[in-house]
């Protein structure tokens, strides 16, 4: 078993603070109107938002062919995608590996990281992902991007993928309840699945608890999964669709670098992992729990 690796927030803003010793290259460092940035470059190339790390140059692919990939693969169409979060531009870039995709909607609040995903090297990185004449834009709150009451005649998405942040405080933490989940999913077409980062099985077990019995308590069919991103650690996703859904019947078609060839190994939680499951409940806004689990299960891995 791989070693474990700590992180965090404070684990985060050491290496950060290590690294900035050592006086690398900084390829952009700044502050939008929604958080610190600083992208730079050592051994490899590293964004930190808040100080926190959000990827690695030399695995991000580990995160995101294991987010989008199997949604994609178990989906039975792929025409409309829709990405909330994802800023970065890789989401998308392993989206349009799929030839059969005709539409991908990104919405991504921060303005300033779609400039930056737009530049060298981040544009190297994504394959200049953002670029492609299927990709459609909208620089919002996710949380204004879906009508209340939707027209019947509203674009549906087959897929819809969500690389929201941690949700480390209040505010993010809504993007995680049910009644957000269910204005959501009402923008899913027939058989349409979403796909939502869902934290680290092994530190954050009751957050990662929480969001798959958030998706079940919105009547979806719910199935959990994880990969190991040397960065990060075990990392867990929820995927959820209204119909059944059978990981493995299908292999992945497009070219990938870090999955298995039998998707059904990913959702073999290991016994620990499961033993957490009723441990956590649903997130709501009556009951906004999700952020008390961050904290409280990062506690409990400092204290390890």
């Known amino acids: 078993m791989p070693k474990k690796i700590m992180r965090g927030d404070i684990w985060d803003q050491q290496t950060l603070k290590h690294l900035l010793q050592r006086k690398p290259k900084i390829l952009y460092r700044g502050k939008s109107r929604y958080q610190n940035i600083v992208l730079l470059e050592a051994k490899d190339i590293r964004l930190y938002l808040d100080k926190q790390l959000q990827f690695s140059s030399l695995d991000e692919r580990f995160y995101h062919e294991a987010l989008v990939l199997p949604a994609m ?97 209040k505010v993010i933490s809504k993007l995680y309840t049910k009644e957000f989940f269910r204005r959501v999913v009402k923008s899913l077409a027939p058989g349409g699945i979403i796909v939502i980062q869902s934290n680290s099985t092994e530190d954050m077990p009751r957050v990662y608890w929480s969001i798959y019995h958030t998706l079940k308590s919105v009547g979806m069919v719910t199935k959990s999964y994880y990969v190991y991103v040397p960065s990060f650690g075990d990392w867990g996703f929820q995927i959820a669709s209204f119909r059944k859904m059978i990981p493995g019947k299908k292999k992945v078609s497009v070219p990938h670098l870090t999955l298995p060839k039998n998707l059904s190994t990913l959702f073999k939680l290991p016994k620990e992992v499961r033993a957490e499951k009723s441990k956590a409940l649903p997130n709501s806004l009556r009951k906004l729990r999700l952020f008390k689990y961050y904290h409280s299960d990062q506690q409990s891995a400092y204290s390890q």
Do not use: C, H, W
């Open 73 to 169: 693969t178990m989906s039975p169409s792929r025409r409309n995608v829709l990405i909330l979060g994802g800023g970065d531009g890789f989401a998308v870039r392993e989206v349009l590996k799929y030839r059969d995709v005709k539409s991908v909607d990104l919405v991504e609040l921060d303005p300033k990281m779609i400039q930056i995903a737009k530049r060298k090297p981040m544009s190297l990185l994504n394959n200049r992902s953002l670029y492609d004449k299927r990709v459609k834009i909208y620089q919002k709150d996710a949380r204004t991007f879906f009508p209340l009451n939707p027209k019947p005649n509203s674009k549906t998405y087959n897929v819809i993928i969500v690389d929201f942040p941690d949700p480390s405080d």
